[in-house]
């Protein structure tokens, strides 16, 4: 791939160049399928990033990384956090983990005994159910309720839910994958009273704080309720923000010295090492990434506009804007389609979008579309996926 400016050619990417690439998302398409499903952008990473990776590189620098190293990273995490989404971190309390799964996983086994319950709210991204069932802890899955105006939580019932399955951990994802819902200052209120009635410790996943549009801010849990953050594991990374997922490294930032000993219960020789290179990546991204992130940020907008455009033409899909994230979460119930939609898709459309049934039972006839991409390649996704639909509308008003 040439390497090209920030912020001035980022929709020029091919599907060519896309295709050349090793990695998840492309990799597993065939020659005439457009790829929009796992969530990686398409967008080359920040030059800063390469810079340093390339410096490493010409080095021979990729042995074991140096913990001042760790330590630098886990400072710079902590100022950026404060700085832009106003959660103060103490940095001796910040873990770095391979990944925001694996985080989420141990916080689980060490907070939790097989068989408690863990809460989330559904759809959800995916690993949520696996992190609790492959631990044999419990899922109690509560959907968020769609409405007029977006997604949003019966709190009446999510009360009752709670009081009937006293869960042990609230499992948050916010900004939230799927729905790019961005939770608003009550709804997070409303959780940490509910978390502190109740005695549930909090695990905030929040991959995708940067990936807020205007009108939307970001409001880390731990920030709303003092008491609520001493229970509270906020987990984050460079990966989803600059598109370096495949460097595993994340932040696990702990609310209060006793949580980070309860999480040590855990055998750390157990969690491995974080990939140097990661760490690497990760400072370069946090200290001079700012200006590739808001130029991404505008493509990203321009991109939900267009989604949200396109979907005026089936207003029985009741759209929801994305308040935050680069996936759009399409609710294609109307279409009455059996189990196979994501595979009709992909065999008729040539597209392949992530399966809504991967994201709960409340998934079932949707699917997620990533608008990560160029103008070019998002109109053809667009327009697939527009095909696919009116023809088997027309189906379903023939039968
Ligand atoms: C909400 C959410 N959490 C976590 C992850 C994965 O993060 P990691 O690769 O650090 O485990 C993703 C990836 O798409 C995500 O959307």
Redesign the pocket.
């Known amino acids: 791939m040439t390497d090209r400016e920030p912020g001035i050619s980022f929709s020029d990417v091919t599907t060519e160049e896309l295709r050349q690439k090793r990695g998840a998302k492309w990799g597993s398409a065939d020659s005439d399928i457009l790829a929009s499903w796992v ?1 990686d952008m398409d967008f080359q990473v920040a030059s800063e990033i390469k810079k340093v990776l390339s410096v490493s590189l010409s080095r021979d620098d990729l042995g074991y990384a140096d913990q001042k190293n760790a330590r630098q990273l886990a400072e710079l995490f902590a100022v950026r956090y404060d700085l832009r989404h106003g959660l103060k971190i103490d940095p001796d309390l910040v873990l770095l983990t391979s ?4 985080a989420m996983a141990v916080c689980i086994y060490a907070f939790t005994e097989k068989g408690d319950k863990v809460v989330f709210f559904t759809p959800t ?1 995916p690993p949520f159910f696996n992190v609790v069932m492959d631990l044999s802890r419990q899922v109690v899955a509560f959907d968020l309720v769609k409405g007029a105006g977006g997604y949003s939580i019966d709190f009446d019932r999510f009360e009752k839910t709670v009081a009937a399955e006293r869960p042990k951990v609230l499992l948050l ?1 916010n900004p939230h ?1 799927p729905t790019g819902k961005v939770f608003t200052e009550d709804e997070l209120a409303f959780l940490a009273e509910i978390s502190l009635k109740y005695s549930i410790k909090v695990i905030s ?1 929040e ?2 704080c940067d990936l807020v549009f205007e009108g939307h801010k970001h409001i880390p849990i731990a920030t709303v309720n003092k008491d609520l953050e001493k229970n509270t594991v906020t987990l984050s ?1 460079a ?2 923000t600059f598109n370096i ?1 495949g460097l595993h490294c ?1 932040q696990a930032a702990f609310g209060s010295k006793d949580l980070l000993d309860a999480f040590r219960n855990f055998p750390s020789i157990l969690l491995g090492e974080v990939n140097s290179l990661g760490i690497e990546a990760a400072i370069a991204a946090y200290a001079e990434g700012a200006s590739w992130l808001d130029a991404v940020m505008q493509i990203l907008d321009t991109n939900r506009h267009m989604v949200e455009e396109w979907a005026l033409q089936f207003p029985e899909a009741g759209f929801v804007t994305p308040e935050g994230t680069y996936l759009a979460w399409i609710d294609l119930r109307f279409l009455h389609f059996g189990t196979d939609l994501a595979e009709a898709v992909k065999d008729r459309a040539k597209l392949l979008l992530s399966d809504g049934r991967a994201f709960g039972k409340s998934g079932a006839g949707h699917v997620r579309v990533n608008f990560a991409t160029s103008k070019t390649i998002l109109e053809e996704i667009l327009e697939r996926l527009r095909v696919f639909i009116t023809d088997n509308c027309d189906k379903t008003q023939d039968t």
């Open positions: 969530a990944d925001v799964v694996q991204y994802c994958n996943d991959i995708h990374s990966s989803k997922a994340a």
